[in-house]
Each structure stands twice: as C-alpha cells, then as structure tokens.
C-alpha cells in the first residue's frame, strides 16, 4: 500500500538506455504493471495514496491521468495487472466491499473505464487476481488467489467480452 512518502516512477527505454518520465502521479500511489497496444497507447495501473485503482495513459507524447470506476461500495481498491490487446484493455486486482477483499476487474475502452463484476468462491474469506492476460476484447484470462478454511487456493477466471466467470 502506498503512503505519504511514496511516489511512482516510470522509465521509458529509448533502445539505448532508460530514461525517467514524470507521470501524473509521480508524487503519490504506486504502478505496479504497464501494457501496450502501440507506441502511442500504454496504461498504466496501480494504487494511488488514497487507496484507490489508479490508470495512467500514455498517448505517444506524455502520460496523462485516467481515474479507473470506483466499485460501489469499495473503501479501497487496487490493480495488480493489465492486458492491452488492442485500444481496449483489461485491468484486475481487488477491492475491499463490505468487509470482504474481493476481486476487481474493470475494462478500459480506449476513452474509459467500466467495471466488470467479477465472481468470488463461496464462503472465501478473501480473493485476489494478480494477473490477466488477454488475447482479444472478448477473451481474457485472469489468475490469483482465494482464502479457503483451509488455506490460499488458485483461481482462475475468464473474461468472454461479457461476463467473468471462475474456471479453477
């Protein structure tokens, strides 16, 4: 979790060497992964310092804000990874609702985000995703973690374009 004191960072490799580049958020939150479609269309994700999702958006000349939705209900939220098949991308996580930390996955269409309501094990007494990866729009695989009584257990989910649904 990131706090007063950190500040993202962000490197661009020229093919030479790396460079730092100011970020919207270089002086709060933290970014955990990136994904590009094009040299002129990466994001960014992560948290920010108020503990919720943050997205970056790089248009080919510098990096601009882009808020991700804030599921309802959520106190915090976070993103672990991304996925930017095309203009479209997919970004997942979790987010504490109700007590509960339960996997969060949202879609940015290129102009914004959408949350896309992912499913959570019975009885988990916490879910995570920690990674997607996407082949098109309509075709996503995301991997983390859930709390069972007996301990953390895989899940697996799969995005169709429309729903998310818990394959393992």
């Keep these: 979790e990131p706090s007063s004191s950190t500040a993202s960072l962000t490197e661009r490799w020229n093919g030479t060497k790396w460079a730092v580049v100011t970020t919207p958020s270089s002086t709060d939150g933290q ?25 970056q958006l790089w248009n080919g000349s510098k990096w ?25 991308c997919v970004a997942v996580g979790d ?12 879609g940015w269409s290129g102009t914004k985000w959408a949350v896309e309501p992912t499913p959570n094990p019975g009885g988990a007494a916490y879910t995570l995703l920690q990674g997607v990866a996407c082949t098109s729009a309509g075709n996503c695989w995301a991997a983390g973690e859930w709390g069972s009584a007996t301990g953390p257990r895989t899940l697996i989910e799969h995005w169709t374009g429309s729903a998310w649904s818990i394959t393992a």
Excluded at 36 to 50: E, K, P, T, Y
Excluded at 95 to 106: C, P
């Design 31 to 55: 970014l955990a992964a990136d994904a590009c479609a094009s040299g002129a269309a990466c994001l960014a994700v992560g948290n920010d310092d108020s503990n919720h999702a943050l997205g």
């Design 64 to 88: 601009l804000a882009e808020p991700p939705a804030r599921p309802p209900g959520a106190i915090r939220s976070a993103f672990a990874a991304v996925s930017c098949p095309g203009p479209a």
């Design 95 to 106: 987010d504490f609702t109700a007590g509960t930390v339960v996997s969060l996955a949202e």
